[in-house]
T-cell receptor, first 116, second 114 residues
């Protein structure tokens, strides 16, 4: 149980394109999901906290207009990288916190984004 | 510690050896920590956690030690296997809850040689 699915797992696109990444909790509901970014050989850095039915909370230094987050249901959060540029190339990972549970967050398997 | 653009340290061991991975933290009020394993191209997987009212916690082949005096925790893996090769992170949830937003440590790349 407690599976988090991310889609796509890998995307390559041209500079200037907007890219949407989905994060789904498959067998549990999650009012709160998190989005992380990880550059090669580095640690995970929290970008934002996604809250179902309300605005996301962004970490300092993360541009909210660049990284649009929508959490319209209890099982789906999306991250849209708008007008992506090569410096946005990274590994984006989401996690979801099960409602009514003290379990730690469950992570998806990440999306590798490459901007040409 | 927290990672700010640093590259990960590495640990190489032979199959069957014990591995020790270290993590330092700075906030003396921190009271809950989680160890994660991240295999190549995947998201982190929960390994074990520990609260500050404990010095030691054991799981299957893994032990976490917490030294609050020097603000240090370690993950010990017994009889390391090639399948243990991965990046290991300590992480601290905000607010001392098991589900708060996570701050990840620097991470260590563990390579197990057959």
């Amino acid at each position: 149980g407690a599976v988090v699915s991310q889609h796509p797992s890998w995307v390559i696109c041209k500079s200037g394109t907007s890219v949407k990444i989905e994060c789904r909790s498959l067998d549990f509901q999650a009012t709160t999901m998190f989005w992380y970014r990880q550059f090669p050989k580095q640690s995970l850095m929290l970008m934002a906290t996604s809250n179902e039915g309300s605005k996301a909370t962004y970490e300092q230094g993360v541009e909210k207009d660049k990284f649009l987050i929508n959490h319209a249901s209890l099982t789906l959060s999306t991250l849209t990288v708008t007008s992506a540029h090569p410096e946005d190339s990274s590994f984006y990972i989401c996690s979801a916190r099960p409602n009514y549970s003290n379990q730690p967050q469950h992570f998806g398997d990440g999306t590798r984004l490459s901007i040409l | 510690g927290e990672s700010v653009g640093l590259h990960l340290p590495t640990l190489s061991v032979q199959e069957g050896d014990n591995s020790i991975i270290n993590c330092a933290y700075s906030n003396s009020a921190s009271d809950y920590f989680i160890w994660y394993k991240q295999e190549s191209g995947k998201g982190p997987q929960f390994i074990i956690d520990i609260r500050s009212n404990m010095d030691k916690r054991q799981g299957q082949r893994v032990t976490v030690l917490l030294n609050k005096t020097v603000k240090h925790l370690s993950l010990q893996i017994a009889a390391t296997q090639p399948g243990d090769s991965a990046v290991y992170f300590c992480a601290e949830p905000s607010g001392g809850t098991s589900y708060g937003k996570l701050t990840f440590g620097q991470g260590t790349i563990l390579t197990v040689h057959p």
